[in-house]
Nanobody, 123 residues
Framework: VPLVESGGGLVQAGASLRLSCVASGRTFSSYPMGWFRQAPGKEREFVGAISQSGGGTSYTKSVLGRFTISRDNAKNTVYLEMNSLKPEDTAVYYC?????????????????WGQGTQVTVSS
């Protein structure tokens, strides 16, 4: 499942960004999807995930209440809406697809990855 992220950029603290991840193929709706991020010198970390239908989500504690994941299966797209951005949110953001069956926070359980999009938040 080829994945392509977009929507990153340079913003000031407190601003918002919406990342998009478009998948190719006809099986997008069968995959739980996740967002991860990797800051310079750090491990890639889980940000959030969404179930196949979009009815279930999970987030890491540091983004709860600020980030929202959604998906549009008709458009083969998953979104990451990021509000109240902080400098510590600066990272390359990756979307990933898991074979399922359910949401997972474990990086090793995601099979397909996008190339990443850079998000930089200035103070």
């Amino acid at each position: 499942v080829p994945l392509v992220e977009s929507g990153g950029g340079l913003v000031q603290a407190g601003a918002s960004l919406r990342l998009s991840c478009v998948a190719s193929g006809r099986t997008f709706s069968s995959y739980p999807m996740g967002w991860f991020r990797q800051a310079p010198g750090k491990e890639r970390e889980f940000v959030g995930a969404i179930s196949q239908s979009g009815g279930g989500t999970s987030y890491t504690k540091s983004v709860l209440g600020r980030f929202t994941i959604s998906r549009d299966n008709a458009k083969n797209t998953v979104y990451l809406e990021m509000n109240s951005l902080k400098p510590e949110d600066t990272a390359v953001y990756y979307c990933a697809a898991s074979p399922g069956p359910g949401i997972t926070t474990f990086r090793s359980q995601y099979r397909y990855w996008g190339q990443g999009t850079q998000v930089t938040v200035s103070s």
